[in-house]
């Protein structure tokens, strides 16, 4: 038997170790990446603007692109014609967002220019799920035949208007339904935002501060909520003052301990965040919190690497200088955008090393119509968790979630049973939501969740042609319903 020799003994011989690399040879290989902000002026509508105007709130609101023409008067021949009227037909006849994009995003598409721009804008990440065209679209199932409007039944749960209360300490306070910037992919898509050609969007009914002053209500009335999610839209489009009003309430309700602030903006609109005016308030409403013991972090939604800049960075700074007690990120996992190992750690470190936001969660994008083309299987979701483990701190490795319907946050591994065929999971719970409380089987039974049809092996696509009916008529159904329900509830309110 061979002797050992301790380190120690190598080193009082003279001998040094080897360096060695521990990531040669592992699938991922990790390397620190600098931060870059893009250049806008190499952007025909920007080659004028300066620096000063970049960082002016005002400027990026007065600024943002609605629409095709504006798109086209930014970008100019840097795009062929083909685009702007591949994504005026997915306006027309598929989008469920209409277009909203800051150029603080629209400066992170193609970041470092192509030769080829109008391939590589197509090719973009940001631009898949910001700008969705036309021929992104499936042709063949563009929606699941189970997709809905309100795929969480987030409405059928409001406590009160805009207040979801679907777990049992914690509730979603929708206080607005606008944000900054329009996902293609929102999963509140039947209330965020204005109408599309496709999509007629609910609206609240009740006035602005009546809804609030609701929400206020309920949550001294429920000693057992504790976690409170102020979201919308995007908080960033509310006024200061009237958004610091509505968090000094939540401070002196004596059961809430935790608040989070739920902003994409932070990395589409940093600007926002970096003004003295959203510093300064911060800065009292994190002092109030740590004086009363709450704890109170941002969560932003960041879904590619390049996204990360340094304007993110250092709006994140002031965000922690300000008091806040963490800044955690919360992606969607979709096809095309973050759908690999590689992806998904780049942009993990992204996160953490250049801006040392926590990555928190990545959801798999929700049952909503026109989306499949995004969405993943629950298998590959699986496998993409397996991939990321052992790369990055436990604590900041993100979890891979499925928020079932009628079920909410689930690990992709916690599934009960999975018919890989069809595509279908089955998942149950250990709690019930707000519409479950006098329902016995409510922990019993199992809930489903659906997986993209064109994933699915040649039996389970043509199971699916047999027993779906046509797709786009039953989504139709299932939305109406979902629709309804949640207007009837919304009528039992105000009576």
């Given amino acids: 038997m061979t002797d050992l020799i301790s380190p120690a003994e190598l080193l009082e011989g003279g001998a040094v170790p080897e360096p060695r690399d521990d990531l040669a040879g592992q699938p991922y290989a990790y390397q620190r990446a600098e931060l870059v902000e893009p250049d806008w002026t190499r952007i025909p509508g920007w080659k004028d603007v300066t620096a000063e105007e970049w960082r002016s709130v005002q400027w990026q609101r007065s600024h943002c692109v609605k629409n095709v023409k504006q798109l086209r008067d930014v970008m100019g021949d840097l795009l062929e014609e083909r685009l ?58 563009p929606s699941h035949p189970h997709a809905t409007r309100d795929s969480l039944h ?6 009160t208007e805009g207040l979801t209360h679907r777990y049992p300490t914690k509730v979603l306070a929708e206080i607005l339904p606008t944000c900054p910037q329009y996902c293609g992919h929102c999963t509140r898509m039947d209330l965020v935002g204005n109408s599309t050609p496709v999509i007629e969007k609910l609206k609240f009914v009740a006035k602005p501060q009546t809804r609030l002053d609701d929400m206020l209500d309920y949550l001294r009335r429920t000693p057992g909520v ?17 958004l610091e009003s509505f968090l000094t309430s939540l401070l002196e309700i004596e059961n809430i301990r935790d608040i989070r602030l739920a902003t994409k903006a932070l990395m589409g609109m940093p600007q926002h965040w970096l003004s ?10 994190a002092q109030l919190g740590r004086q009363r013991g709450v704890m109170i972090a941002m969560h932003t939604h960041v879904n590619a690497a390049q996204s990360v800049t340094p304007l993110v960075a250092e709006a994140t700074k002031a965000m922690f200088e300000a008091g806040l007690r963490d800044v955690r990120n919360q992606g969607v996992l979709m096809r095309g955008v973050n759908d690999s190992v590689p992806e998904l750690l780049d942009l993990c470190f992204a996160l953490l090393d250049g801006a040392t936001i926590t990555p928190y969660y990545f959801y798999m994008c929700d049952m909503i119509p026109f989306s499949e083309h995004w969405r993943v299987s629950v298998k590959d979701a699986q496998h993409l968790q397996h991939g ?46 707000g519409i479950e409380h ?57 009576n």
């Fill in 84 to 141: 702007y009227e591949d994504l005026a037909r997915d306006q027309a006849e598929r989008a469920t967002m209409s277009m909203l994009l800051p150029p603080q995003m629209l400066n992170t598409i193609v970041p470092n220019g192509a030769p080829d721009y109008t391939e590589a804008f197509y090719a973009d990440p940001v631009r898949r799920y910001m700008l969705p065209v036309f021929s992104d679209r499936r042709s063949d199932w």
């Fill in 154 to 159: 987030e409405h059928e749960m409001w406590a």
């Fill in 226 to 242: 504790r976690d409170v999610v102020v979201s919308g839209g995007d908080v960033a489009n509310m006024p200061w003052p009237r």
């Fill in 276 to 285: 003295d005016d959203v510093r300064a308030g911060v800065e009292r409403v």
């Fill in 388 to 433: 990321i483990l052992g790369y990055l701190p436990g604590f900041a490795t993100p979890r891979i979630v499925c928020d079932v319907p009628y079920v909410g946050k689930r690990w992709v591994h916690q599934l009960s049973e999975y018919d890989e065929v069809r595509g279908i999971s089955y998942w149950k719970k250990n709690y019930r939501t």
């Fill in 438 to 494: 006098q329902d016995p089987e409510a922990l019993n039974r199992t809930y489903e969740y659906y997986d993209p049809i064109d994933t699915l092996p040649a039996e389970g696509q043509d199971w699916w042609r047999q027993h779906a009916g046509t797709s786009l008529a039953e989504a139709e159904k299932r939305a109406a319903a979902s629709r309804n329900a949640a207007e009837a509830q919304k009528l039992l309110e105000i």
